[in-house]
């Protein structure tokens, strides 16, 4: 971790992404508070950049509607072909079948560089909708994961690290996409936002 943070590849975002006050950010799990101190770090965008290249927060519905309809069918399919295994594990059948709705929803990544990961070398990966809600975390194993690996897995085939486990606002309770019967209902607002991909405490 040490080598990383003082590599030619980091040095550039140092200066905004190492929130090493421990007056200031010594938030233990409770990493979401570092938005109360400094909210711009998930602020809009310049408000020069063209509106085109701004990315909303939510998705359309009906840009969601064709994933809605495949996990319809697919969620009929199990419960007809594994009846045994829909009863006894429904809830990860469902949150394996809904990853087409939770790539939809995806707006950035937030890699942390907490406490465990300077012990153990795994970082912390979490994938947020446009609301900062957790869709998919993880920790990356530092004997298979390379940092730059997942960021451009990410970036090139919108995959989510292996073996993510979804965000407890994802599940079928959650908030961001409540269930209600066979259907996920997203949030309908509208802003533009950036987050930034890497913060080190």
């Known amino acids: 971790m040490t080598e990383w943070v003082d590599s030619d590849h980091f040095e550039p975002e140092a200066w905004w992404a190492v929130l090493n006050d421990a007056d200031l950010f010594n938030f233990g799990a409770e990493w979401r508070r570092v938005y109360e101190i400094l909210p711009e770090l998930a602020g809009p965008l310049d408000p020069e950049v063209d509106d085109k290249l701004r990315i909303p927060r939510a998705r359309k519905a009906e840009d969601l ?17 594994a009846p045994e295994a829909w009863r006894d594990d429904r809830d990860t059948i469902i949150d394996s079948l809904a990853i087409g709705l939770q790539k939809c929803a995806k707006r ?28 998919r975390e993880g920790r990356m194993d530092p004997e298979i994961h390379d940092l730059f690996g997942v960021v451009g897995t990410w970036v090139e085939t919108n995959e989510f690290l292996e073996g993510s486990t979804v965000g407890e606002k994802f599940r079928l309770d959650g908030q961001s996409y409540g269930w209600k019967g066979s259907h996920f209902w997203p949030q309908k607002r509208s802003f533009s936002a950036s987050i930034p991909q890497v913060l080190i405490f």
Do not use: C, H, M, W
């Open 108 to 135: 950035a990544y937030l890699i942390l560089a907490d406490e465990e990961a300077f012990r153990s070398g795994s970082l912390y990966v979490l994938y947020l909708d446009g609301f900062r809600n957790v869709i």
């Open 65 to 81: 509607e064709p994933f809605r309809s495949d996990l319809k069918t697919q969620i009929a399919e199990v419960k007809e072909e």
